[in-house]
C-alpha cells in the first residue's frame, strides 16, 4: 500500500517512524520515503507537529480487525487529519478520520486530507479527545466498576443462634 501510495504521489515526502517489522525494501528504494528508525517517546509530538496527516496503513487481518490502534488518538490529538486503511475501531472514528479500503481510495484520502486541512479542523480534531486520555479512562471505568458493586445483592450471613 505504502510503496503505492509513495509512487503516486511523488511531490509528497513519506516519513515512517518507528521500528519495521515488515519488508521494507521496495519502500527504501523510494526517494520520497524516510525512516526515521526507532525515537524517543517524548520526541513524538515534535513529528507530529511537523506532519500533514497520520496514517495507519495496517493490513487488513483478523488481527488488524480487532485491534484498537493507540496512534489514531495521538494523532487525532495533535490536531492532525487522519487516512487510514479499513478497521471498525477507525471507523468509529469516522469523520474524524477517513478510511479507505482500496489503494486508490487510500490515495483519493489521502489527497483530500490535505487539501481540505484547516487550523479550525485541527483545533476540532484534537478536541474531541479530551476524553480520550488515561484518566479520562479510569475515571470511566471507576463508574462503571461503582455502578456494578451498587446493584450487586449483598451477601449475607446466617446467623447463629
Known sequence: LMAHVARRMPEVSFV?????????????????????GRQPYAALPAYCAAFDVGLIPFVRTSMTDNVNPIKLRE??????????????????????????DTYEEF???????????SVEARRDRSRSMEGET?????????TIVAGATQDEPRATVPSSA
Open 16 to 36: 515512517i517512524v518507528g521500528d519495521c517489522r515488515i519488508d521494507v525494501s521496495e519502500l527504501k528504494r523510494l526517494p520520497n520515503v524516510h525512516f526515521t
Open 75 to 100: 494523532y487525532l490529538s495533535a490536531g492532525l487529519p487522519v487516512v487510514s486503511t479499513s478497521m471498525p475501531e477507525v471507523r468509529r472514528f469516522e469523520p474524524l478520520c477517513r478510511v479507505a
Open 134 to 142: 488515561w484518566r479520562a479512562k479510569v475515571d470511566l471505568l471507576g
Open 107 to 117: 490515495v483519493q484520502s489521502l489527497e483530500t486530507a490535505l487539501a481540505e486541512d
